[in-house]
């Protein structure tokens, strides 16, 4: 289904996450993987709960069960999460132009909730941001240099790539 709202905040959660990935492509491992203690943990443990995320939602919405597949995320090295994490855009954007439904229903603790396209999306793209936000903390930390991931710069860049 058609949905230029829908596409729109798919796309811009692409751009934001290729953004931070092309930035932590540049880093080694070990920071990567350096563990900066309280609730945000590593840049790594970060990657894996965003990847968890994208793969746990796509199979809830498609009522598969994801939990073996979900075990798996943590094998894969950081290079390979960020691979695993944009394969799901391609997935997520596939999905919702070849699904025609105009609410889902999800259930978590026995309690169903309907979302419209939008919402289901918006909260995918919310969620996203939140965890990036995480990563950009801990990306300061190590003296990075953080490229800016708003929306308003998101779209300034889809109107020079045209």
């Known amino acids: 289904m058609e949905d230029p709202e829908v596409e729109i905040f798919l796309n811009y959660t692409q751009w934001a996450d290729n953004v931070i990935f092309e930035l932590l492509k540049s880093i080694s491992d070990d920071q990567i993987s350096l563990d900066h203690g309280s609730n945000t943990g590593s840049i790594r443990q970060r990657l894996i709960h965003l990847a968890e995320e994208y793969l746990a939602w796509y199979y809830d919405i498609n ?7 979900v075990e798996n995320i943590s094998t894969l090295s950081n290079r390979e999460l960020m691979d695993f994490i944009q394969s799901y855009h391609s997935k997520w954007s596939e999905f919702m132009k070849n699904d025609n439904r105009l609410t889902f229903t ?5 309690v169903e909730t309907k979302l419209t396209r939008f919402q289901l999306i918006f909260n995918l793209a919310n969620h996203a941001t939140y965890h990036r936000g995480q990563i950009v903390t801990l990306l300061r930390k190590l003296d990075q240099k953080v490229p800016i991931t708003d929306y308003y710069w998101f779209l300034i860049d889809q109107t020079t790539d045209q």
Do not use: H
Request: glycine share 0%; proline share 0%; charged share 60%.
């Open 63 to 69: 009522k598969i069960d994801w939990r073996q597949d």
């Open 106 to 110: 999800l259930e978590e603790d026995n």
